[in-house]
């Protein structure tokens, strides 16, 4: 089959097209089209460009050449249920699927490896319970990835970008918080809801983790509010995004140092607590709950005195800053390799605009903004340029 041929065949298989109804839409005949998707029959310029409407993608997806398909489409659709597409999950695989082909499309025009991924020990599950089993491994994984044993989190994206985990981030239903999947070829993959706070997006990379963690193999969809019980694999991802954010260590050492301050420990110690870990309200408080730190049901009553978080902050001392930095939807390594493939004229600034979803302008500004130093004249080289020392004995 033909590149054609394939991207033809997993763009409907994703979009939940029969071939049936795929002929019907282009006034061709069931066997016709199965020779279209065979590369047995040439398709028309008009025919493709109806079966990407179709299929929701862009003609561009279907004619490109140079990379694999991404099965994330098919492979996690299958696992979720139908009633799950009531809440957008049908479109968010989709557009993780293209975030993935376009990744694999960067490669390819760079000539570029992924970074492999750093891949865990598998996870004795018979080993203890689920809450220390969590706590044990959040704890290998922190000093696994160099954070330490009680200091909180910086730039967990970038970490895991670094160790090969690639983490997008775009709006989806307000109802789902992330997807994983793990992508053949590619690897272990997680997109994030836009709509939901900085503290719940930095959860959620951390639950998405957990899942890695745990069964990396298997994808699944993380619901903001799942209505039944949770299975052992969800609850593993809460207790490890609880501990593996907020060691307990670490959380024990601020509570006894804002105890030995004013000899009490008050709602405005937790929210700076919260703080220092970067996460939500809500998740120290329960966090400190589980911990017995204090008393339990903490929180629910917080909830019902009808308080804002944004005055407990303000009351807490806790500014917020004026312009809160800039989330972008793609990882770092894939906004240098859409620089690198542009400057080097191996995509046009059409291909480069779309490739980094912004306006052209803006994307020409994306591009700029990363070559200051090359501008100013300081310094004139490229990203691929080689920094070993080809007189070094060892080469």
Not at 289 to 311: A, H, M, P, Q, Y
Request: with cysteine; aromatic share 8%.
């Amino acid at each position: 089959m033909s590149a054609l041929s394939e991207r033809l065949t997993a763009a409907r298989k994703a979009a939940g097209v029969s071939q049936l109804d795929a002929g019907k839409h282009i006034s061709v005949s069931r066997p016709t089209y199965i020779a279209i998707e065979k590369g047995e029959r040439d398709v028309k310029p008009g025919e493709l460009a109806a079966l990407a409407s179709l299929f929701r993608t862009q003609v561009s997806r279907l004619i490109r050449q140079e990379t694999a398909l991404p099965m994330i489409a098919p492979h996690l659709r299958g696992e979720i249920p139908e009633a799950a597409q009531e809440v957008g999950v049908g479109e968010a695989i989709d557009k993780l699927a293209e975030f993935v082909d376009d990744y694999q499309f960067l490669l390819e025009k760079n000539n570029a490896r992924l970074v492999p991924v750093m891949e865990p020990p598998r996870i004795d599950r018979s080993a203890m319970g689920l809450d220390a089993l969590a706590a044990r491994v959040a704890q290998y994984e922190r000093s696994r990835l160099g954070f330490g044993e009680r200091e909180p989190i910086g730039d967990l994206r970038k970490t895991l970008d670094e160790v090969g985990v690639h983490v997008f981030v775009d709006v989806m239903n307000s109802k789902l918080a992330g997807l994983y999947s793990f992508v053949p070829g590619f690897g272990y993959c997680i997109l994030v809801n836009r709509l939901h706070p900085r503290e719940r997006m930095r959860w959620t990379i951390a639950h998405e983790y957990g899942h890695f963690v745990f069964d990396r193999d298997k994808p699944g969809v993380d619901y903001l509010n799942p209505g039944a019980r949770k299975p052992f694999s969800e609850r593993f991802a809460d207790a490890f995004a609880a501990n593996f954010l907020m060691p307990a260590e670490g959380v024990r050492r601020q509570f006894e140092d804002a105890k030995a301050r004013s000899g009490d420990v008050n709602v405005g110690d937790v929210c700076r607590m919260a703080n220092f870990y970067s996460v939500s309200m809500m998740a120290m408080t329960l966090r400190m709950e589980s911990l017995k730190l204090i008393r339990s049901g903490t929180w629910e009553f917080l909830k019902e005195s009808g308080v804002r978080v944004s005055d407990i902050k303000r009351e807490a001392g806790i500014s917020e800053p004026d312009q809160k930095p800039v989330i972008d939807t793609f990882p770092e390594r894939y906004l240098l390799l859409a620089i690198q493939a542009w400057n080097n004229e191996e995509i046009t600034t059409s291909q480069f605009a779309k490739l980094v979803r912004r306006p052209p302008i803006q994307a020409r500004e994306l591009a700029e903004n990363r070559s200051t130093l090359d501008e100013e004249g300081l310094f004139q080289v490229k990203l691929s340029a080689s920094v070993l020392d080809r007189n070094s004995p060892s080469e």
